[in-house]
C-alpha cells in the first residue's frame, strides 16, 4: 500500500524555522514529482512548494516564495520543506503529496496524512 508519512511540524514564534519531512512508505520519492500543500479550517488547501525529479526544478506560491525551500535527500528517497522566518499566517495543516502539476497544483496521486504547524507568540 503507498503511504506518504509526513513529521516534523509542531510550534513555533514568529520569525522561527521549521522543518517537515516526507518519506515514502516502502517506496523512494526520487521518481516523483513531489509537493507540500496546507490547509486552514474552512479554506481550500493551496499548493506551498513542488519539486521535479531528477534535477529539482522547484516552484513556490507567491506567499512563500523567499522564506520556503523544498529539497530533497536522494540517499534517504526523501524530502522537506524548510520554512523560514514563520509567521501566524503560515499556521496550517501541511500535507506532502505525490502526482502533482508544480504549475497548475492539480494533484492526481497520494497525498499524506498531515502535519500540524502552528506559529504563535
Known amino acids: 500500500q503507498v503511504k506518504l508519512v509526513e513529521s516534523g511540524g509542531g510550534v513555533a514564534r514568529p520569525g522561527e524555522s521549521l522543518r517537515l519531512s516526507c518519506v515514502g512508505s516502502g517506496f523512494s520519492l526520487n521518481y516523483n514529482i513531489v509537493a507540500w500543500f496546507r490547509q486552514v479550517p474552512g479554506k481550500e488547501r493551496e499548493g506551498v512548494a513542488c519539486i521535479k525529479p531528477p534535477g529539482g526544478e522547484t516552484n513556490y506560491a507567491p506567499s512563500v516564495k523567499g522564506r520556503f525551500t523544498i529539497s530533497r535527500d536522494k540517499t534517504a528517497g526523501s524530502v522537506f520543506l524548510q520554512m523560514n522566518m514563520v509567521n501566524p499566517e503560515d499556521t496550517a495543516i501541511y500535507y506532502c503529496?505525490?502526482?502533482?502539476?508544480?504549475?497548475?497544483?492539480?494533484?492526481?496521486?497520494?497525498w499524506g496524512q498531515g502535519t500540524q504547524v502552528t506559529v504563535s507568540s
Open positions: 503529496a505525490t502526482g502533482v502539476d508544480c504549475n497548475s497544483w492539480k494533484q492526481w496521486g497520494y
